[in-house]
DNA sequence: CGTCCGTCAAGAGCGGCGCTCTCGTTTTGT
DNA sequence: ACAAAACGAGAGCGCCGCTCTTGACGGACG
């Protein structure tokens, strides 16, 4: 963590830092697919060839970028989280509501880095292990919204629904292993259907499904998971 | 429709369909980022600059599969719905589970296809006008069962759920009329709102995002439609 | 102090891509 | 029979990811 002690060090961290950043941007105007290490080697007046002392294919440039995309996302889900918590930590609908919200906004702010994270899987990509451990971070902030919320007893079920099939039961345990979603089957799969629901409605709006039909996406948006949060057994404010 | 008169127009219809044929399964192995033209153009034996004669450009190309793909998926849907319909056409519930398997069997059977009409944008490219009616087909389907549904009064609302606010009015009367969905606003914001967590789960397995952690992909896809489908109102079998 | 080895930027080059333009040839419609 | 349109082939432009070689530089050690 500290700088590194040899000059050598010190510089070669500095490359790294101002190569992820202008493939940050390439990122931002050009998608994903028109990252290009060329163009990277140009704005740094270096030839093409010597970005791979850094980075020794564009993959691994792209597994950086989605690392840093998955902690940007997950750190404003926290900061959304946190900012009502503070004050009302049993406003559990109110919560959901925000970390719903701060998915969206991040989302419009960063179009290509949500697509990176959530669209197409790049062809011939493979994700290495380390980013599936980032992108656990938004979700843990969402379940423990549900644990808390279960817990004090603020879950009010929402008319009669499908119990959670047996066949499910191990799946949710992985669920709850993996982010500490402490709540029994039924809550599990009612949250992760709506986890589901929040990803397909953003996914929409910005990928261009909902195009010259839903104009006001923030008044759907609000409302639609103001349904998804019933779903789990959120009370949610009006919007 | 009926073959061109001219031996000219004849075989020119032929080398489109094989050319689009060579696409859909290079698309299939590759992804659409794989889609070369010179691919194409090599595996049919002419040389890269021909293929301009019938497609002007990769994306117009792209828009061939982009259609093909929306009436694919159209058409399976359509199936799924007639085959419950033509026996029981008032299973409304078994209609929406059958079209949502559809939906993720087509997927699964078909996942660059999937990616390219559901992922990430491809870069650069606008969807021409013609798309957008393709991609109705499907949405028509599934518009129509909450449709009959609710004329015949199988709609159980599902508890306490916010209203849906004036501010999406005009937003749900533009899907009616787009989707010919003849349903009150409250309903229709529903139905958006199961339609985007529709897709949005098939995306999530599809891209990866469950990796590791939900396996039985069919039983947890199964419980999730039937959650959303109580969500409309609808009465799902148990799974 | 001098040597020596690892690190580095640079350049040339490979095969691939989308796309354009030209040039003969073939087919079509008149 | 002849002009016009359509066509396939070829060369070429600028881009891409990636590899290999070469020569310079600098910190560590004898």
Same mark, same amino acid.
């Given at each position: 963590?500290?700088?590194?002690?040899?000059?050598?060090e010190?510089?070669?961290?500095?490359? %790294?830092?101002?190569?992820?950043?202008?493939?940050?941007?390439?990122?931002?105007t050009?998608?994903?697919?028109?990252?290009?290490?060329?163009? %990277?080697? $140009?704005?740094?007046?270096?030839?093409?060839?010597? %970005?791979?002392?850094?980075?020794?294919?564009?993959?691994?440039?792209?597994?950086?970028?989605?690392?840093?995309?998955? *902690?940007?996302?997950?750190?404003?889900?926290?900061?959304?989280?946190?900012?009502?918590?503070?004050? $009302?930590?049993?406003?559990?609908?109110?919560?959901?509501?925000?970390?719903?919200?701060?998915?969206r906004?991040?989302?419009?702010?960063?179009?290509?880095?949500?697509?990176?994270?959530?669209?197409?899987?790049?062809p011939?990509?493979?994700? /290495?292990?380390?980013?599936?451990?980032?992108?656990?971070?938004?979700?843990?902030?969402?379940?423990?919204?549900?644990?808390?919320?279960?817990?004090?007893?603020?879950?009010?079920?929402?008319?009669?629904?499908?119990?959670? /099939?047996?066949?499910?039961?191990?799946?949710?345990?992985?669920?709850?292993?993996?982010?500490?979603?402490?709540? /029994?089957?039924?809550?599990?799969?009612?949250?992760?259907?709506?986890?589901?629901?929040?990803?397909?409605?953003v996914?929409?709006?910005?990928?261009?499904?909902? *195009? *010259?039909?839903?104009?006001?996406?923030?008044?759907?948006?609000?409302?639609?998971?103001?349904?998804?949060? $019933?779903?789990?057994?959120?009370?949610? /404010? $009006?919007?």
């Open positions: 963590m500290s700088a590194g002690r040899t000059a050598r010190r510089v070669r961290a500095e490359l %790294i830092a101002e190569i992820t950043e202008i493939a940050r941007r390439q990122l931002a050009d998608g994903a697919a028109g990252l290009s290490l060329r163009a %990277i080697a $140009r704005e740094m007046g270096m030839v093409s060839s010597a %970005i791979y002392r850094y980075f020794p294919s564009r993959d691994d440039l792209l597994t950086a970028l989605i690392i840093d995309g998955y *902690n940007a996302l997950g750190a404003a889900v926290e900061r959304a989280d946190d900012a009502v918590r503070g004050d $009302r930590p049993d406003a559990f609908g109110e919560r959901w509501l925000a970390v719903c919200r701060a998915v906004e991040w989302a419009l702010a960063h179009p290509h880095e949500f697509a990176l994270l959530y669209g197409s899987p790049v011939g990509y493979r994700a /290495p292990q380390d980013t599936v451990a980032a992108a656990l971070r938004d979700t843990r902030v969402y379940a423990r919204i549900v644990t808390e919320a279960r817990a004090a007893g603020a879950l009010e079920p929402l008319g009669p629904c499908p119990p959670a /099939p047996s066949a499910i039961a191990a799946d949710m345990g992985r669920i709850r292993d993996g982010v500490g979603m402490d709540v /029994p089957d039924d809550v599990a799969a009612r949250a992760v259907t709506a986890w589901s629901g929040l990803f397909g409605t996914s929409f709006e910005l990928f261009g499904t909902f *195009n *010259n039909t839903i104009m006001d996406g923030a008044a759907h948006f609000d409302h639609s998971m103001a349904l998804l949060g $019933r779903l789990i057994g959120l009370e949610t /404010p $009006r919007t």
